[in-house]
């Protein structure tokens, strides 16, 4: 998630932000950050790093947020956790700056280890992971862009993060040749070997477009 934030980021907003593990992340390098969730106690651990905490049910959205207040919003494994996000995306569409950007973190329900499980007929829900049991949705690679481009937002960059499988033969090919690897067969078929899917949209400026009319 890290790498895709966008240079001359000043103020985030982190929804879903856990213990304020990302939130450190990016105070660390100067950028202000609001953090979001429902669980309070998360929410006294993140203090450390946020500006401001908000308590909140993200079923029903981010009431409190400003309008127009965040260079960049981070929705990281959150989603699939929300049987209705409509209201959440509208919000987080709300508290943007023309030209500011969403980043979304989401697992990917059909990479090739998890595709094996149901192939099998396994489904055991899990304490964490793909099969979390608190997870409401789930989404492929086309579904979460159609969702985003729904709700107003543009493609700006995406990108999965996973590996092939390759017995006995991953470690002799040396950590060098197996990331380039990994990082081939995810561009290529993100849907099959992407393990977390990420992606960066952005809120149309359109200040230049109603300049340019007037």
Not at 20 to 31: D, E, H, P, V, Y
Not at 40 to 50: N, R
Not at 96 to 115: E, M, Q, S, T, Y
Not at 146 to 154: K, V, Y
């Amino acid at each position: 998630m890290e790498p895709l934030v966008p240079s001359g980021t000043r103020c985030a907003l982190d929804v879903g932000c856990g213990r304020g593990g990302t939130a450190a992340w990016l105070s660390a390098r100067g950028i202000e950050v609001d953090g979001v969730s429902w669980n309070q106690g998360e929410l006294d651990a993140a203090k450390a790093f946020c500006r401001r905490v908000i308590c909140c049910d993200l079923s029903r959205g981010i009431p409190e947020a400003q309008d127009g207040a965040y260079d960049l919003v981070i929705c990281s494994h959150l989603l699939e956790h929300i049987a209705y996000p409509q209201r959440l995306l509208a919000d987080v569409y709300r508290a943007l700056k023309p030209g500011g950007h969403l980043l979304v973190a989401i697992p990917n329900l059909f990479f090739w280890a998890d595709r094996l499980k149901l192939l099998r007929g396994q489904w055991r829900y899990e304490k964490s992971g793909t099969f979390d049991y608190t997870h409401l949705r789930w989404y492929t690679h086309e579904t979460m862009a159609e969702l985003l481009h729904e709700h107003g937002f543009i493609r700006h960059h995406f990108h999965a993060e996973g590996w092939i499988p390759l017995p006995g033969l991953r470690l002799l090919i040396g950590n060098r040749l197996r990331r380039k690897l990994d990082s081939l067969v995810c561009r290529c078929w993100p849907g099959l070997f992407g393990k977390q899917l990420l992606y960066s949209v952005r809120k149309p400026d359109l200040s230049g477009a109603r300049a340019h009319e007037g």
